[in-house]
């Protein structure tokens, strides 16, 4: 290590339990690593998300991220993995969403996906670090690259990897020092349904359609849902048919809507 990389990582140190930890952490990252927004959240189960970190340079409209924090991270592949306890470390964005997460009304929409900004397709790579906090919450801390910068390259990957001890420690650290509402994270995400979906379908749909629902939502296909609940294709085909019915929906372009008009409507 030389000097330069000793003083930013000692502006890390300074920094935890600050407002100044996320700037400092792509201080020390943005030497060998090309990215053009960054951010740090932390999720918890069936509680509003937190922003730690806001590094997306005034390329997001403040409504996209009132959408995105009142609900719409409920949809974030990176929120579900931390819910489910995925293992810690460096994980790009597509190694984690869904088979058709790309094509869902999450991924395409500038209305409630910071990454998306102003056009569809102006941000295409995600890579973020999973720290697990407590149960079924953790910190999630972004880096996002424009499509004309292209992908994050395997040596970037692995300068990012080199450094994941740092970036946990500091976030790990941070937490102890500053935990944003303490206690115990509640219930577990196998057997709970967040707020969001429950109240946006409650009283129209069955427990099992509410969860084949959001699972829509999340980006799944007819073959993913089956896999995931261990039922034919044929089957979640009868469940769609029965959520579209009793929703007066046709589509899955419909049910996203729905989504929106909750999250628009849901209190700031």
Known sequence: MNNQEASKVAGVIAAVGTENLGQSLCALLEGDVRFDMSCAYVFRFDRTAVLLHDGYNGMVPTKTLSAYARGGYLLDPFYVACMHEHPAGLWRMSDLAPDSFLSSGFAISPDIHP??????GSLVEELGYIIPLQAHTAVVFSLMKE????????????????????VTQAFEAHWRLRPEEPGV???NPESHLES???????????????YIAKL???????ASIAH?????????????????QRLQISSNADLF???INYISRAPR
């Open 115 to 120: 990454c998306i900004s102003s056009t569809h």
């Open 147 to 166: 499509q004309s910068h292209g992908p994050f390259t395997e040596l970037e990957v692995r300068r990012l990897q080199t450094l994941a001890p740092i």
């Open 185 to 187: 994270a509640p219930g």
């Open 196 to 210: 969001a979906f429950v109240d946006i379908l409650q009283g129209q749909l069955t427990d099992a359609q509410r």
């Open 216 to 222: 829509l939502l999340q980006g799944h296909s007819n």
């Open 228 to 244: 995931l609940l261990g039922i034919s294709e044929g089957t979640v085909k009868v469940h769609k048919h029965n959520i579209y």
């Open 257 to 259: 809507r729905l989504f």
